[in-house]
């Protein structure tokens, strides 16, 4: 919305939550969640044409376009826990939205919904209310955690689904118009609500789909004396494979690709189809065979026991440039090592509070640092579990000197200079490559 903001001055946004703190934090200078670029974007249209409010059902009674954003978790709990997603929110939503109507309205699905999400949404709006007309449009979000501001400004795609009804059409050109003030017309792609919005989960599965494909392979690569980087290289230059995304590591989180897989099976298997949901499933199995994969790795390199030694884990976010923690591989790790009795130390320079929650259950058994010389020190290994730039470029040798020896490092995104660290004295392995050790 900060995007639409700064890009359409002739539109009013406004950002409405029932979360008083977090609309009183998107106005101040330290907002919610941490992206690059954003507390600036943000600040570009403040209270000039975005605004930040908790009075939702004006919200809806002022808008004439609704972007309902709300989250949909994986279901925890009755007929489709651990898979379906979760429409509480949604669902709860559209009724406010059409209690609060007394204008025609576009409702757009930016969330990441199962496909016919719509065909609900639309009978819940329009159930009992002749007067009023709401067009659902899908509007999926590509931006990826880290890289939001670039992606919105410069996407690849956007993809808006609508009826093909008079109505249909005409809602998706208004959506179409406040998109091409910045991107391309080229890019805007106008499809079937139910082809965009399964789109949005072929999209992710595709893209995890391809790391879980380099990751087993990085498991066979250890075997065998192949790199894993060199395999990736190689079979990237196909123009028909393509480069991006083939960086093996300890594994893919955030907030939405095991989730929408999940979601995607769910869908799979209510529609009958056994073989596909088994497919799509293994892409999560193969995720999670990897970042156990890894704290196996690191017990039998350790001489099969790690009980009381003290392992810094370098980095929980779920990846670089985010404070996000969810479903990061650091939390499957970080408890398997607590479950062994090791002394866990985490350190992240933008993660620590959301790991302090995320593993609030296991006290002191985890310590918390800023610092990362502080939290190596003393420390028989580290384990590299986000890439965040400035572990490329610590004193190396300096926090080999502090640590107890033999000094271990485990890089779970293949982001060191593994020849310079073996040569200081560590032992090094990373992912999918042959381990340097002096062992
Ligand atoms: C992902 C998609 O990339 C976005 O297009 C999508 O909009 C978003 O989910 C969403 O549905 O909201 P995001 O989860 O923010 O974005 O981050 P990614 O860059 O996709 O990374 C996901 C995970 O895969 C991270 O843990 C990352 O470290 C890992 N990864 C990524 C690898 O292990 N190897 C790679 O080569 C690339």
New binding site residues.
Partial sequence: MAMIASQCPDYRVVVVDIDSARIKAWQSDRLPIYEPGLQELVQLSLNKNLFFSTDVAQGIREADIIFVSVNTPTKTFGQGAGRAADLQHWEKTAREIKANSTTDKIVVEKS?LPVRTAEAMERILHSGNKTVHFEVLSNP???????AVR?LENPDRVLIGGHATESGRRAQAALVDIYAHWVPRDRILTTSVWSSELS?LA??AF??Q??SS??SLSALCERTEADVAEVARAIGMDARIGS??????V???????KK?ILNLVYLCQHYGLKEVADYWEQVVTMNEYQEDRFVQKMISAMFNTVANKRIAVFGFA??AD?GDTRE??AIRVARFLADERVAVVVTDPEALSNARKDLADLGAKISYELDPYTAARGAHALAVMT?WAEYKTLDYRKIYESMVKPAFIFDG?NCLNHQDLYEMGFNVYPIGKVPLHHL
């Avoid at 979000?141 to 890289?147: I, P, R, V």
């Avoid at 991006?244 to 590591?249: P, Q």
């Fill in positions: 990441t979000e590509f931006l990826a955690e880290g890289t992606d949005k999209a992710n893209l995890a391809r790391i380099i990751n991006r995304f083939l960086n093996a590591s594994g893919f989180g955030g907030s939405c690709f929408d779920f990846k985010t990061s591989p890439d995104r």
